[in-house]
């Protein structure tokens, strides 16, 4: 009885409390405020830098910088353009190279990215570094954070608010934080769900093309990704994620709509 109350809290919960996505149109679970997502995210993100090193290669450092802020300026553009840039509020953007051999990349809410030394290797230029980018700050504006947060104070928490857990247990709060957006992770990009990833990589291939960069360029960047991972990841109905096929098909696919917005 109790499991079943539970599971009928969850789904009445998850009626009222929902939101759409930018682009995709697809109603996602949110529990959590932006502006919690946002102290929270800003907190843990400035904690991170205190614990980790800049890179002191000052022309990747640039690179990524670069990169991060043409995305930005294609993202507030496409909001802008489609009613919705109350979305943005809040917003801090920052883009930071950490030193650090993890083929990794990830951005919280508010726009705080963080691009690994590790990474840029198989992006190999800008414009494969804007495939990076473009899709982890794709879910940022996608609110995956948000949606996954939810889940957790949903599955986890028994429905308890993002404050109330912050304000009991603020250590919690902030390695949920952290895990949420896979910080640590050894193998990056590929943390969310199947969904999730999916569309930050139709929403990633508009950010880059807006941006100026050659959206085609995301499926070779992929491939490596693929080879890099040496083959070693699981059936796709195993995983978390699509598998490398399936992404590269569904890139492909999306690729009509984004070359719409990429001007040569």
């Not at 943005?88 to 051999?101: A, S, V």
């Not at 990076?132 to 429905?159: C, D, P, W």
């Not at 769900?193 to 959206?215: C, H, K, W």
């Amino acid at each position: 009885m109790y499991k079943k109350i539970i599971a009928f809290t969850i789904a009445v919960v998850t009626f009222v409390a929902c939101t759409t996505v930018p682009i995709t149109g697809r109603r996602q679970l949110n529990l959590v405020s932006d502006a919690q997502m946002q102290s929270l995210s800003y907190d843990a993100y400035d904690q991170f830098l205190k614990e980790h090193k800049l890179s002191r290669d000052a022309q990747a450092t640039a690179m990524v910088k670069r990169a991060g802020q043409r995305i930005q300026r294609a993202v507030e553009e496409y909001m802008a353009a489609n009613g919705l840039s109350q979305e943005l509020q809040g917003f801090q953007w920052e883009f930071n190279l950490i030193e650090d051999e993890q083929v990794n990349a990830w951005a919280m809410a508010g726009g705080k990215t963080v691009v690994y030394t590790g990474i840029l290797p198989v992006a190999q230029n800008e414009t494969g570094l804007a495939v990076v980018m473009g899709h982890e700050i794709a879910h940022a504006i996608a609110k995956h954070g948000n949606e996954r947060m939810s889940q957790q104070l949903a599955q986890q928490f028994g429905g308890q608010t993002l404050s109330a857990l912050a304000g009991a247990q603020p250590g919690t709060a902030q390695n949920l934080v952290m895990a949420v957006y896979g910080v640590g992770s050894q193998i990056g990009l590929l943390k969310y769900g199947r969904t999730q990833e999916s569309e930050a990589d139709r929403l990633g291939l508009i950010f880059m093309a807006m941006a100026g960069y050659n959206p085609e360029e995301a499926v070779p960047f992929w491939q490596r990704m693929e080879a890099k991972s040496g083959g070693q990841a699981p059936p796709e109905f195993l995983s978390t994620h699509p598998s490398a096929g399936t992404r590269q098909a569904d890139l492909k696919k999306h690729m009509p709509e984004a070359l719409q917005y990429y001007k040569r």
